[in-house]
């Protein structure tokens, strides 16, 4: 019986499979393969920093508080925005982008997805996307990571694999300004809350609000004074090796 393959097929099916091999896998396949959530992720102590991160996106004065202390002491975090914000405030965010700071997913009304079909998150995406697009530019370039409205699907298995699916990692918190904060919350107290969990590999939850955005400029000093490096999300994720 003769065999299926010549000794010169095989041959460069052999040679083929070399070439292939000093190619790898673009950085966006490679991601897709290597995040398998269950659950958000909730901290990156591999990545030797904290990330600052806030949510939302009401209101301009609270938006422009919050660029102007992070502009003044030269520190870039994570803005997870509703795309229904982004869409109020496009010079805000331009400006926001502009200083380094990078803006992601976070749904475009804020509603709970816990319970969304994956035909209708999918359409969520879609359509925060192409607002991003809209208001940032075409050349800028979407993080692939994202926030849940509320924490909705943080422990979803049918919500992460489609999140992961995609290529996004899925973004929790270990401090939260907003329910770790005893009533009635003031700056002062965040600020204090805020230098109480800095350590490497927290990622603190912040909101574009009144209370939060006043905090910042009496906790950043101090931050940098404890030299634990500050970051985004997208930076820390790089910098441990996940995505």
């Keep these: 019986m003769k065999p299926r393959f010549s000794i010169g097929t095989i041959a460069v099916f052999l040679v083929l499979a070399l070439i ?48 102007d202390s992070l502009r003044e002491e030269g520190i870039c975090c994570t803005f997870f925005v509703i795309g229904k914000c982004l869409k109020s405030y496009p010079d805000l965010w ?74 996004y990692t899925v973004i929790g918190w270990n401090a939260d300004t907003l329910t770790g904060v005893k009533k009635p919350r003031t700056a002062k107290k965040v600020a204090s809350y805020v230098l109480r969990h800095a350590k490497v590999g927290t990622i603190c939850l912040q909101h574009f609000n009144s209370v939060d955005s006043k905090s910042v400029s009496l906790y950043l000093k101090k931050l940098k004074e404890k030299g634990i490096p500050l970051g985004r999300i997208s930076d820390a994720l790089a910098a441990a090796n996940i995505g």
Excluded at 35 to 60: H, K, V, W
Excluded at 95 to 110: F, K
Excluded at 139 to 158: E, M, Q, T
């Design 20 to 67: 292939f091999s000093c190619f790898p896998l673009s950085a966006s396949a490679a991601s897709v393969t290597t995040i398998n959530q269950t659950a958000a992720l909730r901290s990156i102590p591999e990545s030797g920093m904290m990330c600052l991160t806030f949510d939302d996106g009401y209101g301009p004065t609270n938006i422009k508080r919050v660029l």
């Design 94 to 167: 331009k400006q926001a982008v502009a200083d380094g700071h990078e803006i992601a997913y976070h749904s475009m009304r804020h509603y709970s997805m816990g319970r969304w079909s994956n035909k209708k998150i999918l359409a969520d995406i879609e359509a925060w996307n192409k607002v991003a697009k809209e208001v940032l530019g075409e050349d800028y370039v979407i993080p692939k990571i994202a926030r849940l409205p509320g924490g909705s699907g943080h422990r979803n298995s049918r919500i992460l694999k489609l999140f992961n699916g995609l290529g």
